[in-house]
């Protein structure tokens, strides 16, 4: 089956202490982005990669991190999380540039 | 002003009636135009994409892009209470080139059919 699955589906941790959110894809896409969604902002994407070894950043990258050392995976790495990360994270590929993007089941982050 | 609008709603439609829903883009090197559904806690599903200037139908959607009014809108016809969600409307625009094209969307309106 063709998916997107991110994990974990739920975290709760503390600020400061480092976390990765992981991602990964089964459908040979080049394209994988991660965004996150807060009430009344929609999704805003954080970080996207063209392929391995290409990452760029979104609208809003500050306190993110990223890399793409394999086509299948995108982790999302928060060196320091603080409250105002905690929100909705969902990850998705695509094959091309302009075409459909598939998305992850998402990962609820609170950071108390 | 934001480069994709929504209206955020709630928009409230009787079942079986048609629901009809707009977005306003700002970057007329838009490219690309995508209507995503998403439940309360779930991820975004894609319903429609269209290219091209008109009307671009799918069973009971209807997908309309005005790119010299920078408008794309959704209708569902014959609405019914399981199409109540939020609708995201999501956008390309190409930098150039092999530039990715990034993805942005809208903030959603959600739509409610009431039985």
């Known amino acids: 089956e063709a998916q997107v699955t991110q994990n974990p589906r739920y975290l709760i941790t503390v600020t400061g202490k480092k976390l990765t959110v992981t991602c990964s894809q089964n459908?040979?896409?080049?394209?994988m982005s991660w965004y996150r969604q807060d009430p009344g902002l929609g999704l805003r994407q954080i970080y996207y990669s063209m392929n391995v070894e290409v990452t760029d950043k979104g609208d809003v990258p500050e306190g993110y991190k990223v890399s793409r050392k394999e086509k299948r995976n995108f982790p999302l790495i928060l060196e320091s999380p603080s409250p105002n990360q905690t929100s909705l994270y969902f990850c998705?590929?695509?094959?091309?540039?302009?075409?459909?993007?598939?998305f992850g089941q998402g990962t609820r982050l609170t950071v108390v | 002003q934001k480069e994709v609008e929504q209206n955020s709603g709630p928009l409230s439609v009787p079942e079986g009636a048609i629901a009809s829903l707009n977005c306003t883009y700002s970057?007329?090197?838009?490219?690309?135009f995508f209507w995503y559904r998403q439940y309360s806690g779930k991820s975004p599903e894609l319903i429609m994409f269209?290219?091209?200037?008109g009307d671009k139908e799918d069973g009971r959607f209807t997908a309309q892009l005005n790119k010299a009014s920078q408008y794309v809108s959704l209708l569902i016809r014959d609405s019914q209470p399981s199409d109540s969600a939020t609708y995201l409307c999501a956008v390309t625009v190409n930098a150039g080139g092999t530039s990715y094209g990034k993805l942005t969307f809208g903030q959603g309106t959600i739509l409610t059919v009431h039985p």
């Open positions: 269209i290219y091209s200037n």
């Open positions: 998705a590929s695509s094959s091309e540039q302009n075409t459909e993007a598939f």
């Open positions: 970057d007329r090197g838009s490219q690309s």
């Open positions: 459908m040979n896409h080049e394209y």
